[in-house]
């Protein structure tokens, strides 16, 4: 088995990078949503799997682990002097990943808590929670039910039509279940580096998605931009409990969103070219990976006299 065939899973989120980037630019926001998570999920977890096999083919190379795990003898690998590198590599890739993953995974449980407390001690109206705050902040919380939590300063910073507007918006993120793409987001972005292009790509194509929807739900594109861009400018610098996958209308490059709401919504041109482009590359991580996956196998079965070369 050799780690050559392992490189593809490995590799690929960095051609996968500037295919996001363009996406987010040229597909339907929807559209972008649903491509890049599959994407950035596919080629995730296909690296993951490079890097558990290779760091199981580096161990079953060791005579103890061989025998641990009744070999007849070691794995034997074409790379030879390689393979161990490699593993230990791979293991230190494995090990700072979950690490990362888990210190973020807590962080934002304890702020999802935080907030979901915050929210039960507030009456509701509907989906609607408002909060008696100084400090300007509106986003979508999931759970059971979803709710759409505002503070009174961000109220007072605007009038009603954009009031309108920004619930719409947030509306939008949890009809759309936002939260889980955004969770998705950065567990692949937590397991290979180049994911978190896409990652920053797909917090955009989120917001679009809600902005394309509030602005289909007040018939005006003018109105919903100039509420997210006075949202954005009453929230700056304002110290929010909400965890990083509730999504908020203030966050995201709003320069970029206030100007694509000015626009006509058009077509996309070469939006099947791009969505091609990403499927192929999740697809060939997926591949290699697996094919990798197999390779290792059959090496093992070999090792413990099973199969024959």
């Known amino acids: 088995m050799t780690p050559l065939l392992l490189l593809a899973p490995l590799l690929l989120p960095f051609t996968a990078a500037p295919l996001a980037r363009r996406a987010v630019r040229r597909l339907a926001p929807v559209t972008a949503v649903y491509v890049l998570t599959a994407s950035a999920l596919a080629l995730a977890g296909a690296s993951v799997v490079a890097l558990g096999t290779l760091v199981l083919a ?34 230190g ?143 700056r610098g304002t110290p929010s409990v909400r965890p990083d996958f509730a999504p908020a209308a203030a966050t995201g490059p709003v320069p970029q969103r206030v100007a694509a709401l000015l626009s006509p919504a058009t077509r996309p041109r070469a939006a099947a070219w791009l969505a091609a482009s990403l499927a192929a590359c999740a697809l060939l991580a997926v591949t290699t990976g697996a094919d990798g996956a197999l390779v290792l196998h059959h090496a093992v079965e070999v090792a413990q006299g099973e199969a024959s070369r």
């Open 93 to 235: 890739a494995l090990a700072v990943s979950a690490w990362t993953l888990t210190r973020w995974a807590v962080r934002q449980l304890r702020a999802f808590r935080t907030a979901t407390r915050q929210a039960d001690h507030r009456p509701v109206a509907g989906d609607l929670c408002v909060i008696e705050s100084p400090h300007p902040d509106a986003y979508a919380l999931p759970g059971r039910p979803h709710r759409i939590v505002v503070t009174t300063a961000m109220l007072r910073s605007l009038d009603a039509a954009e009031r309108d507007a920004l619930l719409a918006h947030e509306r939008a993120h949890n009809r759309g279940g936002h939260h889980y793409v955004l969770a998705a987001a950065e567990l692949a972005a937590h397991c290979h580096p180049a994911l978190r292009t896409t990652r920053t790509a797909l917090r955009l194509a989120v917001e679009r998605a809600a902005d394309e929807a509030a602005a289909r739900a007040t018939g005006d594109r003018r109105l919903t931009a100039r509420a997210v861009a006075r949202a954005a400018l009453a929230g």
């Open 58 to 91: 580096g161990l079953l190379t060791l005579p103890g682990m061989a025998a641990l795990a009744e070999l007849v003898h070691p794995l034997s690998t074409p790379s030879g002097l390689l393979t161990l590198p490699v593993a230990a590599a791979a293991t």
